[in-house]
């Protein structure tokens, strides 16, 4: 099966800086990646749309220069938290959109906590 | 307007019995597909079950079957034979459009089902 990696899987950093955050599709391409974002005990809230080789299409509220996607490569996106703040403390998680378009992939999460 | 509505924000279940989460979506495309997503405490998400707009039978995967009611846009899972692993978060989803297009998905609220010894 189609499996997503997310690294790192916890960060802890401190205000005022950057984080980065790596997902990868392991065994198949993935034009498409979504990034979503969950709170304790909420739902996942789409980000952005990050499309292979094209700037990323944000999410009505979602600042773009704060949360910097790159999709660089057919395996690869990432997800920039700059100037990190303790509101930005959440459960990222990345998928990957399959073949097929019927399903995505989901990486297993990166919990980002800004002390 | 909520285009995924779980309304169950908890639920029990006594083990070996089976359970129902509930799930209404709203939407004005023909083509779409709705999924269910199982999320236990370390965070992954599983796909479960899937169903599309156009398939005229009720999906199944093993336990989960999907109650794919088109005309009142409800989209339940049932969880048949419940054990205690099926404890978990409940997620459902739609992707609006046609999966050879752009689309996105949407979740769900989420039902938290706790299986009972």
């Known amino acids: 099966g189609a499996v997503v990696s997310q690294h790192p899987s916890r960060v802890i950093c401190k205000s005022g800086t950057s984080v980065k955050i790596e997902c990868r599709s392991l065994?198949?391409?993935?034009?498409?990646m979504f990034w979503y974002r969950q709170f304790p005990k909420q739902s996942l809230m789409l980000m952005a749309t990050?499309?292979?080789?094209?700037?990323?299409?944000?999410e009505q509220g979602v600042e773009k220069d704060k949360f910097l996607i790159n999709h660089a490569s057919l395996t690869l996106s990432t997800l920039t938290v700059t100037s990190a703040h303790p509101e930005d403390s959440s459960f990222y998680i990345c998928?990957?959109?399959?073949?097929?378009?019927?399903?995505?992939?989901f990486g297993p999460g990166t919990r980002l906590t800004v002390t | 307007a909520q285009k995924i509505t779980q309304t169950q924000p908890g639920m029990f279940v006594q083990e070996k019995e089976a359970v129902t989460l509930d799930c209404t979506y709203d939407?004005?495309?023909?083509?779409?597909?709705l999924f269910w997503y199982k999320q236990p405490s370390s965070g992954e998400m599983i796909f479960l079950i899937y169903?599309?707009?156009?398939?005229?039978q009720n999906a199944t995967e093993g336990r989960y079957s999907l109650n794919f009611q088109k005309a009142r846009k409800s989209a339940n899972l049932v969880i048949s034979a419940s054990q205690l692993g099926d404890s978990a978060m409940y997620f459902c989803?739609?992707?609006?459009?046609?999966?050879?297009?752009?689309?996105?998905?949407?979740f769900g609220t989420g039902t938290r089902l706790k299986v009972l010894a």
């Open positions: 998928s990957a959109r399959g073949s097929s378009g019927v399903e995505q992939y």
């Open positions: 065994d198949f391409q993935a034009t498409t």
């Open positions: 990050s499309n292979e080789g094209s700037k990323a299409t944000y």
């Open positions: 939407t004005s495309d023909q083509s779409y597909g």
């Open positions: 169903q599309g707009s156009y398939d005229e």
């Open positions: 989803a739609m992707r609006e459009g046609p999966p050879t297009g752009t689309y996105k998905y949407i």
